[in-house]
């Protein structure tokens, strides 16, 4: 298996653009989390599927962010308009749910979004 | 509201030393905790993964235990090697699924 795949790997944008971040879970899986790595605030979880379905936004950090999920293989993280403070790595995670306490997330190399 | 705290921030030892780093949770309701290792500009990688009911996992050199009823859990690495070098984070599982990190240890290993 390929692993979490993401892209871009890296994205430069100027303030006010959209920023669209992708996201291939590992197949068979049915979980999906989008997190945001900065070095004042760590690693936070922004939005996070089961099943396609959101399950937790309360993590978004506010209406300029969106994430959607149309099938088990594909998810998008949407910036609009994207500001500086955005600037971040981006992670999208995968796993089984139903595995209990041994559930454990699959993470992608990350995104890394700077925004001018 | 759970919180993860890793302590300390940043650790240098010399080759083949044995070192300890420490997470604290403040809430005890937990599924599991992950000890993550990332490298610098990467993702992250699971080493170790303990379940709520377990009290320490062993991967080759490294030993992670886990303490509930105090909120604590440590990450020993034995005879430590500059291949070692990385950032260290810790995380607890909610029982909505998601992962709650601390702000890591970077770890250096000087040759």
């Known amino acids: 298996d390929a692993g979490v795949i993401q892209s871009p790997r890296h994205e430069v944008t100027e303030m006010g653009q959209e920023v669209t971040l992708r996201c291939k879970p590992i197949s068979g899986h049915n979980s999906l989390f989008w997190y945001r790595q900065t070095m004042m605030r760590g690693l936070e979880l922004l939005i996070y599927?089961?099943?396609?379905?959101?399950?937790?936004d309360s993590g978004m950090p506010e209406d300029r962010f969106s994430a959607k999920m149309p099938n088990a293989s594909f998810s998008t993280l949407k910036i609009q308009p994207s500001e500086p403070r955005d600037s971040a790595v981006y992670f999208c995670?995968?796993?089984?749910?139903?595995?209990?306490?041994?559930?454990?997330?699959?993470f992608g190399p990350g995104t890394r979004l700077l925004v001018l | 509201k759970q919180e993860v705290t890793q302590i300390p921030a940043a650790l240098s030892v010399p080759e083949g030393e044995n070192l300890v780093l420490n997470c604290s949770f403040t809430?005890?309701?937990?599924?599991?905790l992950q000890w993550f290792r990332q490298d610098p500009g990467k993702g992250l990688t699971s080493l170790l993964l303990i379940q709520s009911s377990q009290r320490e996992q062993t991967s080759g050199r490294l030993n992670a235990s886990l303490d509930k009823s105090s909120g604590r859990s440590t990450l020993y690495i034995a005879a430590s090697q500059p291949g070692d070098s990385a950032t260290y984070l810790c995380a607890v599982r909610g029982s909505q699924g998601n992962l709650i990190f601390g702000k890591g240890t970077k770890l250096s290993v000087k040759p």
């Open positions: 809430d005890s309701a937990i599924y599991n």
């Open positions: 599927f089961n099943n396609n379905v959101p399950i937790d």
């Open positions: 995670a995968s796993s089984l749910r139903g595995g209990g306490a041994r559930e454990t997330q699959y």
